[in-house]
């Protein structure tokens, strides 16, 4: 019976160990990255948990040594066991051991964070990125096409500076009394609080709205830059392939933060949610959008039919390279409330194309 009770339990072991994925089980919990900063997070990720579970084996196998080997019992009893203390040796070794493995942890640390938050001028695209409640809106900045050619989007700045001549007199001669009747400052910075300069707006742009989501066409294989801020509140940027989120911020040079960070390229063709990552208000959770990962030769294709149909839609213009026109890793949120959740994305993420199609000349 007991042998019936080991076959058993051997038999559904190997049975569950038949689902499991040998590359996934080594990324620990992780999803997979698709740009080369997301598998060295991926490698670093690996390699501590590596080394935190030969730590730990080692921790229980002295744990489970002494309650086995040194523990008291009737012939032993009354006797003072031998005594290890003041072994300076042994003691300078598990000192300086934690160290050392703190250290290597902390080099490799610093080496895949310089790589990700590393910056060059090769990118291939350009992003400008706005985040407001409770939505998104890309534009194209600067592109750089298959052959050599470029493509500058780049349009206007919103709401462009202008120090505000009222300022200095606002605090000399306020027009509005405090609530105890002191007098109120101008504008922080001599600025109004409604100014966005920062803001970019470009010739090709993609809007999101509560019946659309917004999705960003991306190419494979070319260096990307993102320049992202809000319009608004605090949001967060957030492609879990990307292993990497960022925080978006209102008035980004007064906050402190950069603004621009970049990848350096996406591996494979596909369809990638994207996500806020930061509690922003009641719509927070539905503030979603697209990453979807074509060629460069069907994204110098989606450009130039952006470029040649002013008027079309971006609907139109994924159709024209034969890609779906809508998301297929989200949905919009009903934000009248009606409905009852059962709506879900349709398509492959992972083969977002249209079947039978026909690519259009841009």
């Given amino acids: 019976m007991k042998r019936l009770g080991i076959v058993v339990a051997l038999g559904l072991g190997a049975l569950l160990m038949s689902g499991c994925d040998a590359n996934e089980a080594m990324r620990f919990g992780w999803p997979e990255g698709v740009t080369p900063q997301g598998k060295k997070m991926v490698d670093l990720w690996t390699w501590s948990v590596i080394a935190a579970l030969v730590m730990g084996i080692l921790v229980w196998a002295l744990i489970f040594w002494t309650i086995t080997f040194h523990r008291a019992n009737d012939a032993k009893k009354g006797v003072f066991p031998r005594q290890t203390a003041y072994n300076v040796p042994l003691e300078l070794?598990?000192?300086?051991?934690?160290?050392?493995?703190?250290a290597v942890l902390f080099y490799f640390t610093v080496i895949v964070q310089n790589d990700v938050e590393g910056k060059n001028d090769d990118s291939k695209v350009v992003v400008d990125v706005t985040a407001f409640q409770w939505n998104w809106k890309f534009g194209y900045n600067k592109v750089i096409f298959s052959d050599g050619s470029t493509y500058d989007g780049f349009e206007a700045a919103g709401n462009p500076f202008q120090v505000q001549e009222q300022a200095g007199k606002a605090v000399a001669e306020p027009e509005v009394e405090g609530e105890?009747?002191?007098?109120?400052?101008?504008?922080?910075?001599?600025?109004?609080?409604?100014?966005?300069?920062?803001?970019?707006?470009?010739?090709?742009?993609?809007?999101?709205?509560?019946?659309?989501?917004?999705?960003?066409?991306?190419?494979?294989?070319?260096?990307?830059?993102?320049?992202?801020?809000?319009?608004?509140?605090?949001?967060?940027?957030?492609?879990?392939?990307?292993?990497?989120?960022?925080?978006?911020?209102?008035?980004?040079?007064?906050?402190?933060?950069?603004?621009?960070?970049?990848?350096?390229?996406?591996?494979?063709?596909?369809?990638?949610?994207?996500?806020c990552a930061e509690m922003c208000g009641t719509y927070h959770s539905m503030m979603n959008f697209e990453v979807r990962a074509v060629s460069p030769e069907d994204f110098d294709s989606y450009i130039r039919f952006r470029q040649s149909n002013p008027e079309a839609t971006n609907a139109e213009a994924l159709a024209s390279i034969c890609q779906a026109p809508e998301a297929v890793t989200t949905v919009p949120f009903d934000s009248r409330r009606k409905s009852d959740g059962s709506v879900t994305a349709s398509g492959n993420p992972d083969d977002p194309t249209l079947a039978n199609c026909t690519k259009k000349e841009s």
Avoid at 93 to 102: G, H, K, Q, R, S
């Fill in 93 to 102: 070794t598990y000192t300086a051991i934690p160290f050392v493995i703190i």
């Fill in 180 to 275: 105890h009747g002191g007098e109120l400052p101008g504008p922080a910075g001599g600025r109004d609080d409604d100014i966005r300069d920062y803001l970019k707006f470009d010739k090709i742009e993609t809007l999101g709205s509560s019946t659309e989501i917004p999705v960003l066409v991306l190419p494979t294989g070319k260096r990307i830059e993102f320049n992202i801020a809000s319009a608004d509140v605090v949001h967060s940027f957030w492609v879990p392939e990307f292993l990497y989120k960022r925080d978006v911020m209102p008035f980004p040079k007064e906050n402190s933060t950069d603004p621009i960070f970049q990848i350096g390229s996406i591996d494979r063709t596909g369809a990638f949610v994207g996500r």
